[in-house]
């Protein structure tokens, strides 16, 4: 009787040490891979990019499109004016941000993949979509607030995020 309970137990560990042995993996989010940077320097003046989860900034926002087109970002993808993108001085790369037009309430969460503007008083510039999507292409800068939202983990143009703030 003692052999028999022995060799009940020794099969049920042997069945559980196997599911666990071959148990996959599972994530419920992609890794996220963000770059801070080093400090780098543009027309004489410094910037130090900087984890800044509590961003939250207005000011003047500006649009860049054709003639940065198929041009790599600083985060190595490739502009495409035609999708939602956003260029920001100092904030993680990539990285997602709300952006409200205060001058007609319009708001767009934005993919920062690029960094600018290098003008003094913007604190973004964006893709045409993103301008033409927040109502302002044709007048080239609007009023705006930007609100850091999470680090992104989508390919260029989604605007998928993690660790959401609202």
């Given at each position: 009787?003692?052999?028999?309970?022995?060799?009940?137990?020794?099969?049920?560990?042997?069945?559980?040490?196997?599911?666990?042995?071959?148990?996959?993996?599972?994530?419920?989010?992609?890794?996220?891979?963000?770059?801070?940077?080093?400090?780098?320097?543009?027309?004489?003046?410094?910037?130090?990019?900087?984890?800044q989860p509590n961003y939250d900034e207005v000011?003047?926002?500006?649009?860049?499109?054709?003639?940065?087109?198929?041009?790599?970002?600083?985060?190595?993808?490739?502009?495409?004016?035609?999708?939602?993108?956003?260029?920001?001085?100092?904030?993680?790369?990539?990285?997602?941000?709300?952006?409200?037009?205060?001058?007609?309430?319009?708001?767009?969460?934005?993919?920062?993949?690029?960094?600018?503007?290098?003008?003094?008083?913007?604190?973004?510039?964006?893709?045409?979509?993103?301008?033409?999507?927040?109502?302002?292409?044709?007048?080239?800068l609007a009023h705006v607030r930007v609100r850091?939202?999470?680090?992104?983990?989508?390919?260029?143009?989604?605007?998928?995020?993690?660790?959401?703030?609202?």
């Amino acid at each position: 009787m003692r052999a028999w309970r022995y060799a009940v137990l020794f099969v049920a560990a042997s069945t559980l040490a196997a599911c666990a042995s071959v148990a996959p993996q599972y994530t419920t989010q992609p890794m996220v891979s963000q770059k801070v940077g080093k400090p780098y320097e543009v027309n004489g003046r410094w910037y130090t990019p900087k984890v800044q989860p509590n961003y939250d900034e207005v000011g003047l926002a500006s649009w860049y499109g054709p003639a940065h087109q198929g041009k790599p970002t600083a985060d190595g993808e490739r502009f495409d004016l035609n999708k939602v993108s956003a260029a920001h001085k100092t904030l993680p790369l990539p990285c997602i941000v709300e952006v409200t037009n205060l001058d007609n309430g319009k708001r767009l969460r934005v993919r920062v993949n690029d960094r600018g503007p290098f003008v003094d008083g913007r604190i973004i510039d964006l893709s045409q979509a993103a301008a033409r999507d927040l109502g302002f292409e044709g007048k080239g800068l609007a009023h705006v607030r930007v609100r850091y939202v999470g680090a992104s983990y989508a390919e260029a143009g989604e605007t998928a995020i993690a660790d959401a703030r609202f």
